[in-house]
């Protein structure tokens, strides 16, 4: 007996274990279609009303988020050392399928009661929260909406973008793309506790229904809503399932990136993420077919995942 729970230990330690052992399945919600069908209404203002909020500021590693070994990059000398970045979410107002928000920003109990949050211990520790200004709680601006929370849609499951995931109503239902719960890689030794913590009372996540996309504008897209209002892009690399949202808005179509790029200078110098990022190679790729989209389509605004 001892054998075998040795050799079980090592397995774990030497695979890792997944993300998160909350239950996933696919998702009920959203059509798969070529990604060339949202070309067609692309720039006609939308049926959505978008806003970005700031929930906190915060400064990480600079090499995680951008790649400082690219050749432009070391042009320009930059070193690694605190990036002021910031944490988000952003509100989706659908006419008829109500409020949704893309990502999460941070949890009240963060601020509050930080020994209380999903977020503690030894991943508070290497969150460095004490470089942390909370502005604005997912909790608190959640009380003042006049509407509930249909949905939370995820651009992928990294702590910094579920932190406020504690404050999302039990039973909402919670998005994100393919493999995102069951990658397994050694850190997740150290976070699965918490990012089970946050998602506690939820249901099964819901995993987009990509499929592969027969003209590579994006390895995949969804329909969310089934009206070209909304649509999941699958860009996979910072995570298997990282997603990017594009939103035909009341003002025009709108790219959240997610962490397909952290910073506004890596975009607008095409250097790909860091450090940070799961498969570098195939980060590139999704970061480039990003990039290659919204010079194309240059009425597209960008929001990027921790920069204005």
């Known amino acids: 007996m001892k054998s075998v729970l040795l050799a079980l230990c090592l397995t774990v330690v030497g695979t890792g274990c997944a993300t998160t052992s909350h239950d996933f399945q696919r998702s009920a919600l959203g059509v798969s279609k070529p990604a060339t069908e949202l070309l067609a209404e ?4 939308g ?21 400082l070994d690219h ?30 928000i893309v990502d999460t920003g941070v949890e009240t109990a963060l601020r509050d009661a930080p020994g209380r949050s999903a977020m503690r ?28 929370l249909s949905g939370v849609f995820l651009t992928h499951l990294h ?3 579920i932190t406020g995931m504690a404050d999302v109503p039990a039973g909402t239902p919670v998005f994100t793309g393919p493999g995102e719960a069951s990658e397994r890689a050694f850190v997740n030794l ?3 506790g918490a990012v089970d913590s946050a998602l506690e009372g939820k249901p099964a996540l819901s995993e987009w229904g990509y499929t592969e996309d027969p003209q590579g504008l994006f390895d995949g897209a969804v329909d ?20 990017a949202y594009l939103v035909r808005s009341t003002q025009g179509p709108v790219l959240l990136l997610g962490d397909a790029s952290h910073t ?31 010079a194309a389509h240059p009425a597209v605004q960008v929001r990027f995942g921790h920069q204005h």
């Open 224 to 243: 969310v809503f089934g009206d070209g209002s909304v649509w999941a892009l699958w860009v996979p690399g910072h995570t298997p399932g990282s997603t």
């Open 264 to 294: 506004r200078w890596g975009w607008e110098h095409d250097v790909e993420p860091g450090t940070f990022t799961h498969d570098g190679p195939r980060s590139v790729v999704s970061f480039k077919k990003l990039r290659a989209f919204v």
């Open 159 to 161: 702590p910094d973008h």
């Open 121 to 148: 211990g030894v991943v508070a520790s290497a969150m460095h929260l004490e470089k942390m200004t909370v502005h604005q709680p997912l909790g608190e601006w959640l009380t003042r909406q006049p509407q509930a």
């Open 190 to 192: 150290l976070v699965q």
């Open 42 to 45: 692309l720039e006609v203002p």
């Open 47 to 67: 049926p959505v009303e978008l806003e970005t909020v700031t929930s906190c500021d915060w400064a990480v590693e600079r090499g995680g988020l951008i790649n």
């Open 71 to 100: 050749p432009t990059a070391k042009a320009a000398h930059l070193e690694d050392g605190d990036e002021p970045v910031k944490i988000f979410f952003h509100a989706l107002r659908h006419p008829t399928r109500g409020l949704y």
